[in-house]
């Protein structure tokens, strides 16, 4: 099982930028995928979780800026990231387990040690 997280770069505030998670050894269609991202100085913190079932949970402060996808033939994650700011620079990565009821189990949507397989991070700065 792999995953391998991509998209990152440099974006202006206000701008958009688009993750990708392919995955191998698994179909993403099958599995909890979420995304988690880490600041600089700060605990690394769910940002979205998509369930096998189709539900997909954000965490509240990207709730109307980001969208998670799938892309099932493509067995890949996406992240949509749109009216990006400041606050959102970090390492941002994928992260996959078995468990279908780990989405939106607790309030933070998604905890990291439930996931059990990790891409690398990719590293997003939002900055003018």
């Known amino acids: 099982v792999q995953l391998q997280a991509s998209g990152g770069g440099s974006v202006q505030p206000g701008g958009s930028l688009r993750l990708s998670c392919a995955a191998s050894?698994?179909?993403?269609?099958?599995?909890?995928i979420a995304w988690f991202r880490q600041a600089p100085g700060k605990q690394r913190e769910a940002v979205s979780c998509?369930?096998?079932?189709?539900?997909?949970y954000y965490a509240e402060t990207m709730k109307g800026r980001f969208t998670m996808s799938k892309d099932i033939y493509g067995n890949t994650a996406y992240l949509e990231m749109n009216n990006v700011k400041a606050e959102d620079t970090g390492v941002y990565y994928c992260?996959?387990?078995?468990?279908?009821?780990?989405?939106?189990?607790?309030?933070?949507?998604?905890?990291?040690?439930?996931?059990?397989?990790w891409g690398q991070g990719t590293l997003v700065t939002v900055s003018s």
């Open positions: 998509f369930s096998p079932f189709g539900t997909i």
């Open positions: 992260a996959a387990t078995g468990r279908t009821d780990r989405c939106g189990a607790t309030p933070t949507v998604a905890v990291e040690d439930d996931f059990d397989y």
């Open positions: 050894g698994f179909s993403v269609g099958r599995f909890s």
